[in-house]
DNA sequence: CGCAGTTTTGATTCATCTCAATTTGTGTGG
DNA sequence: CCACACAAATTGAGATGAATCAAAACTGCG
């Protein structure tokens, strides 16, 4: 009998990966079963950060990126006289923290929207195991190239759209996630409040509420404070690639 | 006799990195002289650009990354209407095209400023590298990392940042960047029109041609077209951190 | 139930864009 | 080497989209 006992050094973790639903959006794209298995070694501890709590803070030393297994996050800069940009928002089987790997310390804020909880990576053994599965080294390659070409959509949205098409473009990307990630296309809750939505966009919350209403009005969303149904995708979509006469 | 005959298949450039006077600042940070002999394997071809040609474009087929040897470039990406994004400007030294690694495919175009060449850094051998040497496996992922942070940083320009402030920002990091390679911190010529400095920015030409104007006024700058001198570095210093009270 | 935080909406201001004209610089071919 | 054409930069005047300031309504939490 006590033969059946399981060892305490078997937590339940070393099965993070190979059994997460979220093995086909996150870090283990395109492994093997015997490489899964590998990968559960590397993830076997996990965190819960609540609700308004920091995952990290700019210039704290960089140890680990960080899987969202469940949750949601923004990530911000903040400059001296307390101006915000959030650089971005974070949902489950996305990857946090790769700001802090050239230069050994974190360089934004990382902060969970709702009770959130995440997978820890070192990242020591993270470059240790990608040095050993070829696959994992090149998909990591992958997540951090799409970070870079997701800033570059930001950018776009900064540096040439009007605030209509910034928030157009804004709905229909989460949209596309929540898709994804199995949920309704077309309805669904923010998490982050006008504020943050609009220090996002590099827009103020005043801008945000009006173009919501904007939208409403033309039946291409139905808003109710954080609840937003999407009417007409398409409508929104014309609204990126129209541009003035 | 015939035995001192180098063979064909050892070209000059097999000496790409361990004798470049970049490898402090490129890809070669941090290996050792033996490593380095490897690195000089890898890099063996280069590629010269003339100004206005394209290193590539968005869409093409993804295989390598480019170190610049010599010459400037920016990076792009075009809205159909005919928008553009100027994503970034490059120098000797800077790494170029990890925004392909994602999706195989470039996802903006790199156009040289002034003639260039670069080294050719075929993509699918460095991750084979990579896994034999730690220093840069670890040294790539820092560049990569790196890249995501200056993007961060342009988030902010374009989200937070009033004109005068963001042309303060961009100069002061060209000057940074050409002091790290060695040549004048306030002395330096554009190698970009206004329009582009405009589009990098997100603002209009003529917005830019201003704020050079009002800094010359206030002597912070001497602009002659595309000639800058940097009369008060610590006045545009102040520029960015004074916020309107 | 009340209070703090969030959102909506309105009126006004302001920074930047747009349009336009002029100047300056650059490259090319006769 | 000069003249011409074209691209780039400067400057001005006026238009406009988003910011700011302000007030009211809504939500949710203790």
């Known amino acids: 009998m006590h033969a059946q006992v399981v060892p305490l050094s078997v937590p339940a973790l070393r099965e993070a990966c190979s059994q997460c639903n979220l ?43 960080y899987a969202i297994k469940t949750g949601f996050f923004k990530t911000d800069v903040l400059l001296e006289d307390g101006r915000e940009q959030v650089t971005g928002f974070q949902m489950a089987g996305e990857i946090l923290g790769m700001d ?18 995440v997978c820890v990576i070192p990242f020591t053994e993270l470059e240790e195991y990608s040095r050993e599965i070829s696959a994992l080294q090149h998909h990591f390659h ?77 039946g291409l969303i139905t808003v109710h404070q954080k609840h937003i149904q999407i009417r007409d995708a398409a409508g929104l979509k014309k609204l990126l690639s129209d541009r003035r006469v």
Chains 1, 2 share one sequence.
Do not use: W
């Open 23 to 65: 093995r086909e959006l996150c870090l283990p794209v395109g492994l093997s079963e015997n490489e899964l298995d590998q990968l559960d070694q590397l993830v076997h501890l996990r965190k819960k950060i609540h609700r308004g709590q920091h995952l990290y803070r700019g210039g704290d030393a960089f140890e680990a990126i």
């Open 100 to 117: 802090g790997i050239g230069s050994e310390k974190h360089t934004c804020n990382a902060v969970a929207l709702e009770d959130s909880e």
């Open 142 to 218: 992958k997540v951090m190239s799409r970070e870079i070409v997701r800033d570059h959509g930001v950018m776009m949205l900064l540096g040439i759209m009007r605030a209509e098409e910034r928030l157009a473009a804004f709905l229909l990307n989460l949209s596309q996630r929540f898709t994804a990630r199995g949920y309704s296309p077309t309805e669904f809750n923010l998490r982050m409040t006008r504020n943050e939505i609009g220090s996002y966009l590099g827009l103020k919350l005043e801008t945000v509420s009006r173009a919501f209403s904007r939208f409403q009005e033309e």
